[in-house]
C-alpha cells in the first residue's frame, strides 16, 4: 500500500474529488481526516470508508473562516496524532457572471475558501511537517488557472493564486523533508459543481447542457471529461515516495487542454 500508516487530512471530500480521493487514500492504507461544509455528507463518505476497511474521522467547517480552518487542524490531530498529508481541496465556483457584474462579497468568499483556506491550513500544519522533517501537501487547483473561460474570474483567480502558493511553499519546504504540488483537474462531469456548472453556462449560452457539455468536451484532446477516480490516482501518485523528486509542480489531469 502507497501510504501506509500515513495521515491525510483532506478539505472538500464530502462529494466528489475529495471524496474519491479520501476513499483511494483510505484503500492505501492511509488514516482519513475529512472537512466539509456539510455534515451529513461527511458521515456518509466516513461510514463508506470504514465499512471497506479503511479509518475516518471528520469535522464539519466552514473553511473560508480561520476558526474553522485551526478547529479543524487541531481535531485530527487529536483524532490521529499528526498530519502527514494535506490536500487542500475545498471550494465552490461563485456566480457565473462577468467581472463588471462580480458582487465584491463574492469574489471575497470564493478567494476565501480556495486560496485563503489552502495558505491557512498549510501555515497550520507545517511547523509540525518541519520538526518531523516529512510532510506533503498538494492543493487542487484547476485548468481555469491556466486557460481562459469566461464568467469565472473569482474561481479562476483563486485557482491561480494556489500555482503560486504552490510555488512558494515548496521552494521553503522543500529542504526540510516537504513536498508541494498542484494538481489541475479538467471537467469532472460527474460532480454536483461540474453538473451545476454546466447547466448554467448552457443557460447563459442559450443552449441544452447536452449541447454545452458537447462543446466543451470537444476542445479536449480526448474528446471527454476526467473522472474523480482519474483525479484521486494523480493525487495518490503524488502524495507517495512514488513521486519523491516532485516539488513545486502543477501536473494537469485535464484530458489535453493546457500545455505548461
Known amino acids: 500500500m502507497l501510504l501506509k ?35 451529513k455528507e461527511l458521515a456518509a463518505v466516513a461510514k463508506e470508508i470504514s465499512g471497506s476497511g479503511g479509518t475516518a474521522e471528520y469535522a464539519d467547517a466552514d473553511l473560508a473562516q480561520e476558526a474553522a480552518c ?43 475558501v480556495h486560496l485563503r483556506a489552502a495558505f491557512l491550513l498549510s501555515k497550520l500544519v507545517l511547523e509540525e511537517m518541519y520538526t518531523r522533517g516529512s510532510g506533503v501537501i498538494l492543493n487542487i487547483s484547476s485548468i481555469s488557472a491556466k486557460a481562459a473561460y469566461s464568467w ?38 460527474e460532480t454536483r459543481m461540474s453538473k451545476e456548472l454546466g447547466a448554467d453556462l448552457a443557460k447563459r449560452l442559450g443552449i441544452s447542457p447536452e449541447e454545452q457539455l458537447a462543446g466543451f468536451l470537444n476542445g479536449l484532446l480526448q474528446g471527454r471529461a476526467q473522472t474523480a477516480d482519474e483525479i484521486a490516482r494523480a493525487a495518490l501518485f503524488l502524495c507517495s515516495d512514488q513521486a519523491s523528486a516532485i516539488v513545486g509542480q502543477s501536473i494537469n489531469v485535464d484530458g489535453g487542454v493546457a500545455f505548461y
Open 5 to 39: 500508516n500515513q495521515i491525510a487530512l483532506i478539505t472538500g471530500s464530502g462529494r466528489g474529488i475529495g471524496r474519491a480521493i479520501a476513499q483511494l487514500f483510505a484503500k492505501q492504507g492511509a488514516a482519513v481526516f475529512l472537512a466539509a461544509r456539510t455534515e
Open 70 to 112: 485551526v478547529h479543524v487542524v487541531a481535531a485530527a490531530r487529536e483524532k490521529f496524532g499528526r498530519i502527514d498529508i494535506l490536500v487542500n481541496n475545498a471550494g465552490q465556483y461563485g456566480p457565473l457572471v462577468p467581472i463588471e457584474e462580480y458582487p465584491l462579497a463574492e469574489f471575497d468568499k470564493v478567494i476565501a
Open 152 to 189: 469565472g474570474s473569482g474561481y479562476a483567480a483563486a485557482k491561480a493564486g494556489m500555482l503560486g502558493l504552490t510555488r512558494v511553499t515548496a521552494a521553503e519546504a522543500a529542504r526540510k523533508g516537504v513536498r508541494v504540488n498542484a494538481i489541475c483537474p479538467g471537467p469532472v462531469s
